[in-house]
């Protein structure tokens, strides 16, 4: 399965972004889809995810309220609503899958990731 993320960018706090994920290759099957960063010095961190049905999703408690997840019908396609973005949200964003047909990827290895996209908030 191969990954490609794009969206990123540099906006002003308390702007938006929105970000985008496709998967190709050998895409059959049940995954869950999700995103993480990483910001300069820090480790990767879980930012959110969906379910193969889309009806469960998980959110970093520090994105909670301004990030919105979602998946298209099509199952190959997952997008990261970013709103009221912050300086403390720059990092370089990267989309993760993972098979099987768990609700969360927070804490769990992820199979496949994509190359990440960088997103700059400016104060």
């Known amino acids: 399965v191969q990954l490609q993320a794009s969206g990123g960018g540099l906006v002003q706090a308390g702007g938006s972004l929105r970000l985008s994920c496709v998967a190709s290759?050998?895409?059959?099957?049940?995954?869950?889809m999700g995103w993480f960063r990483q910001a300069p010095g820090k480790e990767r961190e879980f930012v959110a995810s969906?379910?193969?049905?889309?009806?469960?999703?998980s959110y970093a408690d520090s994105v909670k309220g301004r990030f919105t997840i979602s998946r298209e019908g099509t199952k190959n396609m997952v997008y990261l609503q970013m709103n009221s973005l912050k300086p403390e949200d720059t990092a370089v964003y990267y989309c993760?899958?993972?098979?099987?047909?768990?609700?969360?990827?927070?804490?769990?290895?992820?199979?496949?990731w994509g190359q990440g996209t960088q997103v700059t908030v400016s104060s």
């Open positions: 969906i379910s193969w049905s889309g009806d469960a999703t």
């Open positions: 993760a899958a993972k098979r099987g047909g768990i609700s969360t990827m927070a804490g769990v290895p992820v199979d496949y």
């Open positions: 290759g050998r895409t059959f099957g049940v995954y869950v």
